[in-house]
């Protein structure tokens, strides 16, 4: 069974850093595209940003220049640096990664349980 969990997630000021890991775990081949996204109450889920198996990586307008996505294949574990927080990045944040499971198989997609981080003064 694959299992995604982040850790990082809290309360911080505005202007303020945080940085989330989510780490893979279970049986699997390899590792695709990882992501992460943001739910805030009342609002839809949305891409942050995204780190293709070749390190390619792609951001949301609202978080370009403050936050970085990062992976260490060896780990297993996406990475996102948040810099010059502001209450409006306050959401759940979860990550997903499309999994090879086998030989020959599709890629899976999977997601962590998501960890709460709120930009309060």
């Known amino acids: 069974q694959v299992q995604l969990v982040e850790s990082g997630g809290g309360l911080v000021q505005p202007g303020g850093s945080l940085r989330l890991s989510c780490a893979a775990s279970g049986s699997f081949l390899s590792i695709n595209r990882m992501g992460w996204y943001r739910q805030a109450p009342g609002n839809q889920r949305e891409l942050v940003a995204a780190?293709?198996?070749?390190?390619?990586?792609n951001y949301a307008d609202s978080v370009k220049g403050r936050f970085t996505i990062s992976r260490d294949n060896a780990k297993n574990t996406v990475y996102l640096q948040m810099s010059s927080l502001k209450p409006e990045d306050t959401a759940v944040y979860y990550c997903?990664?499309?999994?090879?499971?086998?030989?020959?198989?599709?890629?899976?997609?999977?997601w962590g349980q998501g960890t709460q981080v709120t930009v309060s003064s």
């Open positions: 780190i293709a198996g070749s390190g390619t990586t």
């Open positions: 997903n990664a499309d999994f090879y499971l086998y030989y020959g198989s599709a890629p899976n997609r999977y």
